[in-house]
């Protein structure tokens, strides 16, 4: 029944139907009780068969918001859901089987919580074709949950809120294509919640290969773009994009755990992601609109 649902697991998709089978897959063998969540998969206007394939399924709901940009696949999902607790994952992420059961213990814990920041790893994907230095790179530098909620952040690949705290926010802006996540965070933070690691609500994220690491790069340089209203964002993201690769730089030099192998190829990945925001920054001065891929 609706009134027993305590937790709603969204998950927005576009043009990913192998993967989002799986991610459900992996919702469907949570070990909380079955009739305590309910899982919403919101098609972002795919051009491939997600949607025809989601409509097929069983167990699930399933929405279409044709808006372009994962945060208004995720409010057309608010705005439906019935349990008072939202969890947030990916459609290529494979969430552990107590995730569920670990962020409602979580977010239970503290009234004063706004945002449950779950644990995210890293994993080879079957026939995946991950090169190694986009492995090493992403092992070093992406979705570090716990640095995210130190600096009062949490990224929507494994997030967890209370509908009320979301909906008082008027959902994620649907204006940006990437960096809507921050954005919420900064906003609950500012309200005076905290944002709260939890290292046992873990799921799994396929590594992405150096091609797919550098489409979120120009997707990351766009959402910033959207998001900065100054006369000179040109300038400040250029910069922006330089103290970034200076620090990475830096850090994968001076790093210990790593080979020396290993550390060439992470700075190789680091010259072609500044390249791509730089290139991403010219293009966007010039009139071209920002990606979601």
């Not at 959207?226 to 400040?236: C, E, L, M, Q, V």
Request: overall charge positive; charged content about 25%.
């Amino acid at each position: 029944m609706i009134s027993d649902i305590a937790i709603s697991v969204i998950v927005p998709v576009w043009n990913d139907s192998y993967r989002v089978l799986k991610c459900i897959d992996a919702l469907k063998s949570q070990t909380l009780p079955k009739e305590k969540f309910e899982i919403i998969v919101v098609d972002n206007g795919s051009q491939d068969n997600t949607f025809e394939v989601l409509q097929q399924l069983e167990g699930i709901t399933v929405l279409q918001e044709c808006t372009p940009g994962s945060y208004a696949a995720r409010n057309k999902a608010i705005s439906v859901a019935n349990g008072a607790i939202l969890a947030f994952t990916d459609s290529d992420c494979l969430p552990e089987k107590t995730w569920l059961e670990n962020l409602v213990s979580c977010i239970n814990s503290d009234e004063n919580i706004g945002i449950v920041a779950g644990e995210i790893k890293f994993f080879e994907a079957e026939n995946d074709d991950v090169e190694r230095e986009a492995l090493a790179f992403e092992s070093m530098f992406s979705m570090n949950q716990k640095k995210y909620a130190e600096k009062g952040l949490c990224i929507t690949a494994n997030w967890c809120s209370k509908k009320s705290v979301l909906e008082a926010h008027s959902g994620f802006r649907t204006d940006l294509k990437s960096g809507g996540d921050h954005d919420m965070s900064r906003r609950i933070v500012d309200s005076g919640l905290k944002v709260k690691y939890c290292e046992e609500a873990k799921v799994y994220h396929p590594a992405r290969n150096k091609q797919e690491l550098l489409k979120k790069r120009r997707r990351v340089i766009g959402g910033s773009w959207d998001k900065s209203n100054g006369k000179f964002k040109t300038f400040t993201l250029l910069k922006n994009s330089s103290k970034l690769f200076l620090k990475r730089l830096f850090k994968a030099i001076s790093i210990s755990n790593y080979s020396v192998y290993e550390k060439v190829l992470i700075i190789k990945m680091l010259f072609l992601i500044l390249g791509v925001s730089i290139s991403e920054v010219l293009k966007l001065t010039l009139g071209k609109e920002s990606s979601r891929s």
